[in-house]
Nanobody, 127 residues
Framework: QVQLVESGGGSVQAGGSLRLSCTAS????????MAWFRQAPGKEREGVAS???????SYGDSVKGRFTISRDAAKNTLSLQMSSLSPDDTAMYYC?????????????????????WGQGTQVTVSS
């Protein structure tokens, strides 16, 4: 079992940047593939970015070229660097992890593929 705690959310003006962090504890950090999701009021949870255990990342179409996902094994931390933010990026952002699939390259943007979730951190972008 792994516990996830997000941080780094806040309010920013359009065009600005934010860096989200997710600190993992419990089970082995490197044993999990991980992802960031977001959910705005009245909308479904959306896959933002995902990262495999060893190599490989995927991004949602709406954030490609603006967001970068990374992981630091030494700090047990998953990060999401967000730039060129727009009001459409306003949402609660969640960190997720799982280890069900064995492939070293596996990652997913589907919420149903993740067992472990953090509590979320709010990102608000004003115009």
């Amino acid at each position: 079992q792994v516990q996830l705690v997000e941080s780094g959310g806040g309010s920013v003006q359009a065009g600005g940047s934010l860096r989200l962090s997710c600190t993992a504890s419990g089970d082995s950090f490197l044993a999990h593939y991980m992802a960031w999701f977001r959910q705005a009021p009245g909308k479904e949870r959306e896959g933002v970015a995902s990262i495999a255990r060893v190599v490989g990342t995927s991004y949602g179409d709406s954030v490609k070229g603006r967001f970068t996902i990374s992981r630091d094994a030494a700090k047990n931390t998953l990060s999401l660097q967000m730039s060129s933010l727009s009001p459409d990026d306003t949402a609660m952002y969640y960190c997720a992890a799982d280890r069900t699939r064995a492939e070293y390259w596996y990652r997913s943007l589907a919420p149903g593929d993740y067992k472990y979730w953090g509590q979320g951190t709010q990102v608000t972008v004003s115009s």
